[in-house]
């Protein structure tokens, strides 16, 4: 495929989060799905080699924008908008051949049922000129299925799914993302979702409320808690690179109030939380300790 449409209104919103090494690496790959056809390898160094990136930090970005805007598969990466594309393609262009096949065919019947020849040499002469194949964005269609998977629409989760050995303290934070990206039509697969929590179980379950917190204050994504904190067990290209004598920089959690912070929540929201106050949003913590002072200070009044 050799020309697509660029919907710049949803990339802006969808992408302004993003560095300009990750803009320029989420072009080159995007460009490289629409050409071929076919999904991203599951190969890091042929990915890098793709998008030209040799830098550690080129690497990070060209990483960071696969596992938000693409869905990892047994077939390579797949991205939701180009199978999307491609598909509505390939459509228009069987459309137009078959339209084209079957305009040929019926001013072929009259001639072969004259049995004249001159006409039917004359016929096929002309034809050249009738039977043209509408010139279609897609232009050439190809002979080969463009993608290995079945097209259509993917199996999405209706709710968040966490396997039984999950560790304390990251049920709620991924539960709260989760049905943020469902507010934002962007539910993910099975298979997306199981990539995520492996990817989010690298980092300290209050990094990711952090992370969480923050993706969804700013109105982004995806989650970049690879950059709040250094990742455990990264593998090479994912994240910050641990270096030997550096600094890990290590985010400190908000210290629990010494007042019954939970009773007052009852109070004001009608029922406890299921979070530590860590894990709360910034904007709750703020009311209940203006409520907090309220109270204090209308019993001072007293």
């Known amino acids: 495929m050799n020309y697509y449409t660029r919907h710049l209104g949803d990339y802006a919103k969808d992408t302004k989060h993003l560095s300009l090494l990750e803009h320029g690496a989420y072009t080159v790959l995007m460009d490289w799905c629409y ?31 696969l596992e ?22 390939h459509e228009k262009s069987g459309k137009a051949k078959a339209s084209a096949l079957s305009r040929w065919t019926a001013d072929a019947l009259p001639t072969l049922n004259d049995g004249n020849a001159d006409a039917m040499r004359t016929h096929s002469e002309g034809s050249k000129t009738r039977a043209r194949f509408p010139i279609t964005n897609n232009q050439e ?24 050995d999950l560790p304390e303290g990251y049920e709620p934070p991924l539960k709260c993302w989760f049905a943020y990206k ?76 010494e007042w019954d912070w939970q009773a007052l929540h009852v109070e004001k929201y009608g029922k406890t939380s299921d979070v530590r106050w860590c894990h709360l949003p910034k904007s709750q913590r703020f009311e209940l300790r203006q409520a907090h002072e309220k109270k204090k200070g209308g019993a001072g009044d007293e």
């Open 68 to 89: 938000e805007f693409f869905e990892s598969t047994e077939m390579g990466w797949l991205q939701g908008r180009v199978e999307k594309e491609l598909q509505k393609a």
């Open 182 to 257: 469902q507010e934002r039509k962007e539910s993910y697969t099975p298979s997306g979702w199981e990539a995520l929590l492996t990817q989010q179980l690298r980092f300290p379950a209050s990094s990711v409320a952090q992370s969480v917190e923050a993706s969804m204050s700013n109105n982004w994504a995806g989650l970049f808690t690879d950059k709040l904190i250094n990742p455990v067990d990264s593998k090479p290209g994912f994240g910050w690179q641990k270096k030997e004598g550096a600094a890990v920089a290590v985010i400190p959690e908000a210290p629990e109030p």
């Open 35 to 65: 050409n071929s056809e076919r999904p991203l390898p599951n190969d890091e160094a042929l990915l890098y080699r793709i998008c030209g990136a040799f830098a550690k930090t080129e690497q990070q970005a060209v990483m960071s924008v």
């Open 141 to 164: 269609p190809r002979t080969s299925p463009p993608n290995p998977r079945q097209r259509g629409k993917s199996v999405k989760l209706t709710e968040a799914a966490f396997p039984a």
